[in-house]
C-alpha cells in the first residue's frame, strides 16, 4: 500500500542498482534514456523540461505522487501503455516503498 513506510537509504541503493541506468536525480541533472527526475513529486507526467516523452505519457495526465508512483513502479506499462520506459517494476512493496521515500527526499534537495 501507498501508505507503507519506506526507508530512503534502502531507496537510495536500490535507486542506484535499478534506475541510474536511465535516470539522474540532481537538480540539473541530464536527460539520459529517461528523464531526470528532480522535481517528479508534484509534477505531472510527461513534463520534465527538454525530454521527448511517448503521447501516452504526456496524454496519462497524472501528478507524481506517493500514490502514483506506488501503482506506477509496480508494472509501469501497465499504469501507461505505450510507455517507453522498460523496466520490469518493483513488485515487492518493501522495496517500493524505500524507493519512493528516497525519491521524495533526493527530488526536493
Given at each position: 500500500m501507498a501508505d507503507t513506510p519506506g526507508?530512503?537509504?534502502?531507496?537510495?541503493?536500490?535507486?542506484?542498482?535499478k534506475c541510474?541506468?536511465?535516470?539522474?536525480?540532481e537538480k540539473g541533472g541530464k536527460h539520459k534514456t529517461g528523464p531526470n527526475l528532480?522535481?517528479?513529486i508534484g509534477r505531472k507526467t510527461g513534463q520534465a523540461p527538454g525530454f521527448s516523452y511517448t503521447a501516452a505519457n504526456?496524454?496519462?495526465?497524472?501528478?507524481?505522487s506517493r500514490e502514483t508512483l506506488w501503482v506506477y513502479?509496480?508494472?509501469?506499462?501497465k499504469y501507461i501503455p505505450g510507455t517507453k520506459m522498460v523496466f520490469a517494476?518493483?513488485?515487492?512493496?518493501?522495496?517500493?516503498?524505500d524507493?519512493?521515500?528516497y525519491l521524495e527526499e533526493a527530488c526536493k534537495k
Open positions: 526507508d530512503p537509504a534502502k531507496g537510495k541503493k536500490l535507486f542506484t542498482k541510474t541506468q536511465c535516470h539522474t536525480i528532480y522535481g517528479l504526456v496524454n496519462k495526465g497524472i501528478t507524481w513502479l509496480e508494472n509501469p506499462k517494476g518493483l513488485k515487492k512493496e518493501n522495496e517500493r516503498a524507493l519512493i521515500a
